[in-house]
């Protein structure tokens, strides 16, 4: 079994920062992709950034220069740098992961979401 938590969602101000992270903990050989996804209310679950286990990383283009995604491979923790935040960043924050587990089985993991508010 392998599970993803995260923290570090609360209420901040437009133009203020949060940071979230997403520790994965069981049975990890090792994790490829990790990513941060949101989803706003009444919208679809949508891409944020992703980095790959070679710290490679992507963003999408309404977070690029604003958001910087990082990971600690010794630690199996993602993290999101959120700076210069906007009211529509609102949404609930998810973590994902690109698990592969003990015994050599291959998941997609998803934490359970954190809810970020921008608002004044």
């Known amino acids: 079994q392998v599970q993803l938590v995260e923290s570090g969602g609360g209420l901040v101000q437009p133009g203020g920062s949060l940071r979230l992270s997403c520790a994965a903990s069981g049975s990890i050989f090792s994790i490829n992709d990790m990513g941060w996804y949101r989803q706003a209310p009444g919208k679809q679950r949508e891409l944020v950034a992703t980095i790959t286990s070679r710290r490679r990383t992507k963003y999408a283009d309404s977070v690029k220069d604003r958001f910087t995604i990082s990971r600690d491979n010794a630690k199996n923790t993602v993290y999101l740098q959120m700076d210069s935040l906007k009211p529509e960043d609102t949404a609930v924050y998810y973590c994902?992961?690109?698990?592969?587990?003990?015994?050599?089985?291959?998941?997609?993991?998803w934490g359970q979401g954190t809810l970020v508010t921008v608002s004044s």
């Open positions: 994902n992961a690109d698990v592969v587990t003990t015994l050599l089985r291959h998941f997609g993991v």
